[in-house]
């Protein structure tokens, strides 16, 4: 594929939303890559996900980027880099992670992006940061917020509109001021103008896969609104999505929507925050979140609404979700809406589905 000619096309294709970055990307050569992460030293590597490993590097002028670079060339990666790419191409938001350019000589495919100082906000939950902390919580809502108005973004200003695909924590990236920027467009769709879903395999993240989509293996908006959801809860508790309890396999719903029948918030709270949060801010996010990974699609807000419920705003809409019977004891209305489609199925190290048939 020449991605020279596409990315011409969309060079500055902004859309109209708010929030524009200035688009500036470029072609790098291999040779310059090699040269900025010191031949993709082991030192300078700052992640690794399905697709490759990620490295830190430093051009010629001093500004620093982060390199990924696929692990084993095959059709479908290729495919995978010429999504991210070009879906990269196109968007541009403060809380988007942007394209410095890409690379693709022979079998080599490399997306360079700006380096976040902060890396993943998995890494300050559940890894190597998260022992100092530095998550407090006026940081957590702002990455609440940030990562939902990313998420407007896609849905309301891009065109097409985008379905994200694997919206969880490792994809979160935090800048120098922890503002989130959502990364990672491998498994990224474009939603042909008009229409409501993409059938696809189903691709994404245990844990985070809304189950009409691992059912059906129709993408649609909602399913990146289902696993923000499960995000936001895991923001609120520093929980994982799924746990593994006396060999059986419990999703975050499944731990919280006891404690929210009960109305224990603090119980909810993620300890690494020693008390210090705004209990209705708190409470705020982890309704939000449950009603956003509700099982029933069309229980699940709007992602604009999700901002505005999330700021404290619609007040009514909010008090009417405090009341739904879903948060009553008793009640069974959001019954499998978790892991039923994964429990089983999930081992350490194997949480993300890179390609399976659908489900029948
Ligand atoms: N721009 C960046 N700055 C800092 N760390 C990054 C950056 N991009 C990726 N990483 C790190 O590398 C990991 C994998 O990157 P990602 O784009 O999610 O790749 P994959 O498609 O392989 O999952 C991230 O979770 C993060 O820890
Ligand atoms: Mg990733």
Sequence with gaps: MDFRSFLCCTRGSDGKGKGKKESTWRIFSLKELHAATNNFNYDNKLGEGGFGSVYWGQLWDGSQIAVKRLKVWSNKADMEFAVEVEILARVRHKNLLSLRGYCAEGQERLIVYDYMPNLSLLSHLHGQQSSESLLDWPRRMAIAIGAAEGI???????????????????????????KAQVADFGFAKLIPDGATHVTTRVKGTLGYLAPEYVVSGKASESCDIYSFGILLLELASGRKPLEKVNSTTRSITEWALPLVYERKFSEIADPKMNGKYVEEELKRVVF????????????????????????GELKEKFAAIENDEMFMAGQDNNEGSVADDSSGSVSEGKEQIQESEKAT
């Design 152 to 178: 407007v973004y896609l849905q309301h200003h891009a065109t097409p509109h985008i379905i994200h695909g694997d919206i969880k924590a490792s994809n979160v990236l935090l800048d120098s001021d922890f």
């Design 288 to 311: 939000v979140g449950l009603i956003c990974a509700h099982n029933q699609p069309d229980k699940r807000p709007a992602i604009l609404e999700v901002v505005e419920l999330l700021k």
